[in-house]
Structure formats: C-alpha cells, structure tokens
C-alpha cells in the first residue's frame, strides 16, 4: 500500500479506536461504503467485522465478499506504527502477531491434515509472510536510527525506542528457547552489531579514493574521521545503550574492522616504496598513537580485544620490500651516480671546483630510508641500516678504485698538464670522505650488531682515499720547496735568510688552496707538512756540512736555528696544524749546540730524547759534531745518556707510532765530517810545532790574521 492513501477508523463508527482495539477489523475499499455518506471521502476503511455485513445489506445487488481476500487490520497499523518509528509498539504488535503464528502452527500440528481448509492454510502461511515482511520494515528502521543517532545529537528518543527493541527482542529469544518453534531466534542484539559495522564502513574513505603514491593523505583521512565518528559515538550514542551492551567497544571494534578491510585491500597490489613506509608507520604508530590513543582519552576500551589491522605475513612482505628497494638503490642506482661523476671530473678539470655533489646526491637517497625506517621501529631500522651499510660499503670501495685511477691518469698525463684543475679535484674528492664517514659511523649506531666487516670495509675505503690526497697534496708542495732546503745550514745559511723564507711563502701561498679541504682531512694534510718541512729540516742539520769552531759560531749558529724553529712553529700554529710536538725538535738542538758544560749537555740531550724516543745515539753524535766537541771523553759522557734512556725505557720507543715518529727518518751523513775535521786539527797542531821549531828570519812584523771562522 502507498503512505498517501488513507486508511480512516476513528470518527466513523461509535467509540474510538481503543474501542475497536478487541475487535476483529477488515479493510474495505471505498466502492463498498458509496452508500454511506460518512465514508465517501476515505479510500480505505477499517471496518469491524459485524459491520461488514451492515455494508454489504447496504449493497445486496453485488454477490458476497470472501473475507479471506482482506488483511487483518494488526499488519496494516504496526506498518503504519514502523513508518512513523514507534519502534518498540510496533514490535510488540509484530510479537503479538508472531505469537498467533505460532499458536496457529501448534494448533495445526495437532488436527489432521486433511482437516484443514485451503484457505486456513493459506491464512496462516499469509500471516508468517506478514510477520516476516514487518520484521524486514521493523529493522529497516531501527538501522537507519542506528546510522542517523551518529551524527544527531537529537536521536536519543529514537535510539532509546531501538535499545527497547534489541531487548524486547533478546527475552523473545530467551522465552523461545525454552518452547522453540519456527522462525526463532531473531538475534536482533547480534544485526544492530553488524548494522554499526555497516555504519563504519559507509562513513569511512572509501578503498577507491586511494591514489598510488598519495597513501599517506588517504591515512590521514582515514585517521580524522575514525577519530571524528568515535568521539560522536561517544557523545551521542554511549550513553542511550545499556552499560551491558558494551556499546563503545563495539564502535571501536566496527571502526577498527572497517580500516582493516580498506588496508587488505590496498596491500593485494604492488606498492610504492613511499607508501609502504607511510603505511607501516601507519600500522606501527599512527593508528596507535592518533587513533586509539585520542579515543582512549575520552572513554576507555580493551585494546586487547582488537585483532591486528593487518596480517604478520603482509606486514613482514611489507619490511622486506623496504629492505629490497635499498638494495636496489646501492647496487643500481648509486653505480650509476658513480659513473656520471666519475666522466664529470674528466670533463671539468679545467674548472677549480673545491665541493662536488657525489656525497650530498649517495646520502640524501640512502638517509630517506634510514630515517623512515627508523621513524616506523628499531627492528626495520636497524636491518635498513645493515642493508645500507653493506651496499655503502661496496660502493665505497668502488669510489675509491676510480679515485686511484683519477689519480694513475693525471700523473701519467693522460689527461693533460692542469695543475690547478688537479690539486683542486684531488681536495673535492677527499671532501667526499667527512659526510660519507658521518653516514657511515650513523648506520652502525642504528644497530650495535651492525656486520664490522662492512664498517671496516667502508672506512678502509675512505681512509685510502684521504691518504692518497694527503699525499698528492704534499707531494706537489715538497717538489716546490726542497730545492730550498739544499740551501739550508750551510755556511752562507749563517747570513741569509732566503732559503727559509722562499720556503714559507711557498707553503703559505699553496696552503691558500689547501685550506678548501674540509676536516678532518685537512688536519692530517697539514700535519703531514709540518712533519715533512721539520723532517726536511732536520736532514739538513745532520748532513753536518757546518762544523762550529768557536764558541761564537756555536752561539750563531744556534741563534739561527732557533729562530727558524719559531718561525716554523708560528707558521704551523696559523695554518692549525695538530703537531705542535715537532715545534721543540729544533729548540733543543740549538741548546745542545750552545751550551758549555758537559752537564748542561747531558741534561738537554735527556730532554731531547725523552720528547723523541726514537733519537739515537748516532743523531746525537752528529749534533755533538756540528759543535766541533773532539773530547771522547767528553762526547761518550754525552752519548751515554741515550743509552741510560734507552735501557730505563725498556726499548719501548721501538713501537712507538709513526705518528710519533720523527728522528727515525732523518739518516745520519756527518760522522765522516767529524773523523777529517779532527785529523785536519791534528795536522795543524803538529805543523804548528814545527814550524815553533825553526829558526826565524828577521823580517818586518806584520799584522796577524783571525781565523776566517772566528770571524763568523
């Protein structure tokens, strides 16, 4: 029947509907009340049965009606009763109804079969379709409460009528378990479940509005109505449903079965690795977090009753796709950084460029991972960062194979005479090596099980490259400056200071290049200088090529060296150089040579060698030489301290670094020296007797001449 056609009851017949509530009530069509002027203007009427025969003697000319063609007045009211959602009369109307049923079916049960009439039958399957049929409308309604009460802070009332329903309906079940016939139990309590599963899963973002690569928006969608609908439930709904009912636990439940539909059905295809991380950190964080943790705060629920959104299988396929697209990118797309960057420094050497991207370009794709790893758990991180340490350290190694042949090629001249162009690529490449050191002691902190074979790897790697630039650089600078050396602590040395200074101008001006090299390389480069220029220096004092023959050409001689070592020391402080240790080399040796007394010797010599374990006796020797000392006895009073040293050490210095190194590589070339000065001296002591000997000539008298070397 249509809702705009009009059933009429009240206001026809004597009494009210109440009245009429008792009585056995048939609808009419208005072609059988024409004559009844009151019901001219009704389309239907509910009219009793005992009338029904007053309306047909007023119609004698048409045959007789069957009764059974019309409905009983029970199914069209509780329809009319659903329409207008007074849920729990019209249930109990549709219980009433059921319970004639049922009667009917008892009754039935107990008379033979063939005493039924046709129509008795067909009246009692009639009246089961009814009920079934108002149980179908009944639930429409109570569902579409349900759905509406969500978001209406006025469906109270109509919520409270759909709360008397469920439980009308449980003690229905209850009272048919204990005399069951057909069509029981209804389990009403058990579909307002699945009606709020409904609710969730038509209020959430639906598996179609997921674009691929955008997943990270969608969760967040997905996150703010999750959020939005369960604080709704719990203003709006919570409250109507008896406590029993555990009404938030089961939104919750609804809610979180709702998500874990829509992320099973977006993990049955191939993800992009962006939203593999969005949506692990999603599941591992996110939901955890932002999700039931804001909801928790307003109205508590059992965690523990939720399943997981996903399955473990997925979730570790999920991981594993991270893990393989690291390894993709160390093995593929780094290598192919790599061979870009290598034809690049071929085709810009004619360009001074200090910095190149190789570094910035291999860690900002690696660190993506590592931190989005790490971001999502410790476990992912720590075997993203295995797998990238690994991969790194391959492709370290491979980094520096095309550096030494970098290298082999402009030394050979393969690609040409830039010297600028060299020196400047030869500092890009080891400041490679800082960040890439960084990236790499930032894997291993990631997981202290991290493999050590795959950090030494990587950091042999990288020191080889720093080494080798180290040298270059060094190289290049020493075949500039030793000429110069050649020049020093000779006798023209004494007065003339150009050698020295040619020196330091050089090392200054190149060093105006070298400090574009980032640290710490830088600092090993400069202290490898510095160790050079004092080794150097050193070398020419022990070739002996001045012997001392005076106490002022001592003191001059002295002078001049320490006021060199100041000035290396000055100029090494300035260019921050970490070996200050090799500043004091020269001072003592200057003391050695000035100083008179054997003691004083002795205890300078003790100085010098506990500063430099790895003085020997013949470095101090060939000191004792440049200042002209001839006494054995005095000499091995001298020596003898290094042997006292060297005993009360243990030959501890025998181990000692070549960090700590320095006399070790300065050879000794003046003993030769010493031998035919003392034999010249002796020669001349002799010559002088001699001639005291013989008889002089009278001649006039002529001025004495100093010895050239005292005048020095």
Request: net charge neutral.
């Amino acid at each position: 029947m249509s809702s705009n056609q009009g059933v009429s009851t009240a206001g026809t017949f004597p009494g009210d509907f109440e009245e009429l509530r008792n009585q056995t009530l048939i609808l009419v069509p208005i072609e059988r009340c024409k004559k009844v002027p009151a019901l001219r203007n009704q389309t239907l009427i509910l009219v009793p049965i005992e009338r029904f025969q007053v309306l047909k003697g007023s119609r004698s000319e048409e045959p007789d009606t069957d009764l059974s063609t019309y409905r009983t007045v029970p199914v069209l009211e509780i329809l009319q009763l659903v329409k207008k959602r007074d849920l729990f009369l019209a249930d109990s109307h549709i219980l009433e109804l059921e319970q004639e049923c049922n009667e009917a079916d008892r009754d039935a049960v107990t008379q033979p079969e063939d005493s039924l009439s046709p129509s008795v039958k067909d009246g009692g399957r009639r009246k089961a379709k009814d009920v079934e049929l108002l149980y179908e409308e009944l639930q429409k309604e109570l569902w579409a409460v349900v759905r509406e009460s969500l978001r209406s802070p006025t469906a109270g009332p109509n919520l409270g009528l759909v709360v008397q329903v469920l439980q009308q309906e449980e003690q229905a079940d209850k009272d048919w378990a204990s005399s069951p016939c057909s069509s029981r139990p209804r389990r009403l309590k058990q579909r307002w479940k699945e009606a709020v599963e409904e609710a969730a899963d038509g209020s959430l973002p639906q598996r179609a509005e997921f674009t691929a690569g955008e997943l990270a928006g969608y969760l967040d969608r997905l996150r703010a109505r999750v959020v939005e609908d369960l604080g709704a439930a719990n203003r709006n709904v919570v409250s109507i449903y008896p406590e029993e009912y555990q009404p938030f636990q089961v939104y919750v439940q609804s809610y979180h079965q709702a998500v874990a539909r829509r992320l099973q059905a977006i993990t049955d295809n191939q993800l992009e690795i962006t939203d593999i991380y969005s949506l692990l950190d999603w599941l591992h964080n996110i939901y955890n977090r932002d999700v039931l943790g804001t909801v928790c705060i307003t109205s508590p629920f059992s965690r523990s009753q939720l399943s997981p959104l996903l399955p473990s299988e997925t979730v570790d396929r999920l991981e594993l796709d991270c893990l393989n697209s690291v390894r993709a990118k160390v093995t593929t797309e780094l290598s192919q950084v790599l061979d870009e960057e290598e034809k690049r420094w071929m085709e810009t050497l004619h360009i001074e460029e200090y910095q190149i991207t190789l570094a910035k370009t291999v860690i900002q794709r690696l660190q993506v991972d590592l931190e989005r790893s790490a971001s999502i758990n410790r476990s992912l991180g720590s075997r993203v960062a295995q797998c990238s340490l690994n991969g790194l350290a391959d492709f370290l190694y491979s980094f520096q194979r095309k550096v030494e042949m970098f290298h082999e090629g402009m030394q050979s001249g393969m690609f040409g005479d830039n010297e600028d162009g060299y020196v400047s690529k030869t500092i890009a490449l080891v400041n490679c090596c800082p960040p890439f050191r960084g990236f790499v002691q930032r894997c291993a902190q990631c997981d202290t099980s991290v493999s050590e074979d795959s950090l030494r790897r990587a950091n042999k790697a990288l020191d080889h490259i720093v080494q080798q630039g180290v040298r270059v650089l060094s190289e290049r600078l020493y075949l500039h400056i030793r000429p110069f050396f050649e020049r020093l602590v000779k006798r023209k040395w004494l007065s003339n200071t150009e050698p020295y200074e040619q020196i330091e101008t050089l090392i200054k001006e190149y060093f105006k290049k070298y400090h574009r090299m980032d640290s710490p390389p830088y600092q090993l480069l400069v202290a490898e200088v510095h160790r050079r220029v004092v080794t150097e220096y050193l070398r020419s004092v022990m070739r002996g090529r001045i012997i001392c023959t005076s106490m002022k050409m001592r003191k001059r001689m002295a002078g001049r060296l320490r006021d060199e070592g100041k000035q290396i020391k000055v100029l090494f402080k300035d260019l921050e150089s970490p070996s200050s240790w090799l500043d004091s080399a020269l001072s003592h040796i200057s003391e050695i040579i000035q100083l008179e007394d054997v003691p004083s010797i002795q205890m300078e010599v003790g100085v010098l060698v506990r500063e430099f374990p790895d003085v020997r006796k013949k470095h101090v020797s060939a000191i004792l030489n440049i200042r002209g000392m001839t006494r054995q006895a005095e000499r091995q009073e001298i020596i003898n301290i290094v042997k006292d040293i060297e005993s009360t050490d243990g030959g501890g210095s025998i181990r000692m670094s070549r960090d700590r190194a320095l006399f070790a590589e300065v050879p000794v070339t003046s003993e030769v020296h010493c031998l035919n000065v003392g034999l010249s001296r002796i020669a001349l002591t002799a010559s002088s007797c001699f001639s005291s000997l013989r008889p002089r000539r009278p001649k006039a008298r002529t001025p004495v001449q100093d010895n050239p070397d005292d005048g020095l």
